[in-house]
């Protein structure tokens, strides 16, 4: 199987490194608007092996033949994949129109399934105008470490689409859940919210950061505190998932803590910036007071 991965971030290079982690996969085309951004994904899969193999976790002869499954460059390299999975910005003008390139100019394999990773936005509504159907196949971050694979049907998803998807999650070591489209979804329909009253909480003044994340961690086994999560996913996204849920439902019960959009306004999107609810410096996380 060739599966192309759209964008070569956080989420769209841990995507691409469980794709080639799995013997089945032959080829993955790691793409991106620019070669340098392509590139520097796979860089960041080789700089995760590099602290296993020093850790003695992995061999090197296996770290090179998963690197040298993943080819990197623009979407117009992906020509013959099996399987695309589009994980570009979470904007809808960007999603439809790279897929309306992909499908119209570029892959030119006729039973090539075209999966978005989108944390929120419809699959209806991204497959709308375009020649072929959209199917969600939504990862989480870490995406080589996390389980879940939510494959996200819309209106106009063939069942035969979900089948597949659903059968290559499996064959990744996933375990895949089948969604019917839902702003949110599951996960972030119930984890965000949560996310979103964790800084609600801290702005009222209750507890500190840490003492949040504490609670929620040893409270709750949750592995890190809704503030750290934030910052691990990026209060930017958090805050276009909790838009995105608002807009849809209408139910006030989801609107955005007020100290989450003056952070993101502020470019303080967690440790994709080196400040959030944490300050990230030399290996070293340190909370930072925004009251
Ligand atoms: N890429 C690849 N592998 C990674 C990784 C990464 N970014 N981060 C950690 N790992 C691997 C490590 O290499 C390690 O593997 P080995 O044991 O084989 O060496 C393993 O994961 C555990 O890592 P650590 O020992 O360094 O750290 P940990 O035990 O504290 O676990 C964690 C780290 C897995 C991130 C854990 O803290 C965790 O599960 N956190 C919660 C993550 C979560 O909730 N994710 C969902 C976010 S929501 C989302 O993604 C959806 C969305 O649309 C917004």
């Known amino acids: 199987m060739k599966v192309a991965v759209i964008g070569a971030g956080t989420m769209g290079r841990g995507i691409a490194q469980a ?4 013997d089945e996969v ?16 796979k860089d960041m899969v080789k700089k995760g092996f590099d602290k296993r193999i020093a850790k003695g976790k992995m061999a090197q002869e296996d770290a090179d033949k998963i690197l040298n499954k993943i080819q990197t460059g623009l979407n ?3 020509v013959d994949p099996d399987l695309v999975v ?3 910005l979470e904007v809808m003008d ?16 006729p039973d090539c ?16 105008g375009l020649p072929k159907p959209i199917i969600g196949m939504h990862f989480f971050n870490p995406a080589p470490v996390m389980k879940l694979v939510e494959v996200i049907a819309g209106i106009n998803t063939p069942a035969a689409d979900v089948a597949k998807v659903v059968e290559i999650s499996e064959k990744l070591g996933k375990t895949p859940v089948q969604v019917n489209e839902a702003p949110g979804f599951v996960v972030n329909r119930i984890l965000v919210p949560m996310i979103n009253e ?6 009222e003044g209750v507890a500190d950061i840490e003492g949040i994340d504490s609670a929620m961690k040893l409270g709750c086994n949750h592995p890190m505190g809704p503030l750290e999560l934030g910052d691990y996913i990026g209060l930017d996204i958090v805050l276009a998932i909790m838009d995105v849920i608002y807009k849809e439902t209408g139910d006030s019960k989801y609107r955005a803590c007020t100290l989450l959009r ?17 300050k990230y410096e030399n290996g070293a996380k340190t909370p930072v007071d925004k009251l």
């Open 94 to 109: 960007i999603k439809k129109a790279t897929f309306k390139e992909l499908q119209e100019d570029i892959v030119k394999n």
């Open 198 to 203: 964790g800084i609600q909480v801290y702005s």
């Open 19 to 22: 794709f080639a982690q799995c």
């Open 26 to 41: 032959e080829k993955v085309y790691l793409c991106d608007i620019k070669q340098e951004f392509a590139d520097g994904g």
């Open 86 to 88: 589009e994980a570009a």
């Open 76 to 78: 117009s390299q992906a």
């Open 113 to 128: 399934i075209f999966a978005s990773n989108t944390s929120s936005l419809s699959i209806t509504e991204i497959g709308n």
């Open 262 to 278: 003056k952070m993101v306004r502020g470019k303080h999107l967690g440790c994709k910036t080196g400040i959030g609810f944490y």
